[in-house]
């Protein structure tokens, strides 16, 4: 278990994502500014994916997912959002990571994962690094209104 701020400790689990859940997950994306963090929040639903919700002591603070273009690719793409801000920083997205990638690693069967976090993002790079990604390049990136930023793509293997 992860010791959370004060000393209490926060258990981690993942659940299968349901259709209940799409609204929590949209309104998640709303409340941490997500359009800032993310290009998405969810699977593409042409890929082969698991699709997780993140609890904390029960309750759901974020989702996670594993996904592949195709199934017989060797490295699977991550996807990860902390929808509570309470949350931050306590170590959730570390320990869901691990949980997702040892259960996608399963079903999907991969030797390596792939994710893009923007260079800005200070607190997510630091998980990411934690969790044993390593940096394998940096490109830029547009949003909708032609501001470009940097993105940090990142490797872990397995």
Known sequence: M????????????LRDVCTDDIHMIERWYVEIDGRNYLSRFRPKDSYFYGWYIIEADGIGVGTVWLEKEH????????????????????GVGERAIRSAIGKCRQILGFN???????????RAKKCYEKCG???????DKFNEKGEGFKVLRMILEL
Request: hydrophobic share 40%; aromatic share 6%; glycine share 12%.
């Open 2 to 13: 992860e010791q959370a701020e004060g000393g209490m400790v926060l258990e981690v689990k």
């Open 71 to 90: 199934l017989q690719d060797n490295t699977a793409a991550l996807g990860i959002m902390i929808g509570n801000k309470d949350i931050f920083g306590k």
């Open 112 to 122: 390596s994962v792939i994710l893009n976090v923007r260079e800005s993002n200070s």
């Open 133 to 139: 990604f390593k940096l394998e390049g940096i490109y």
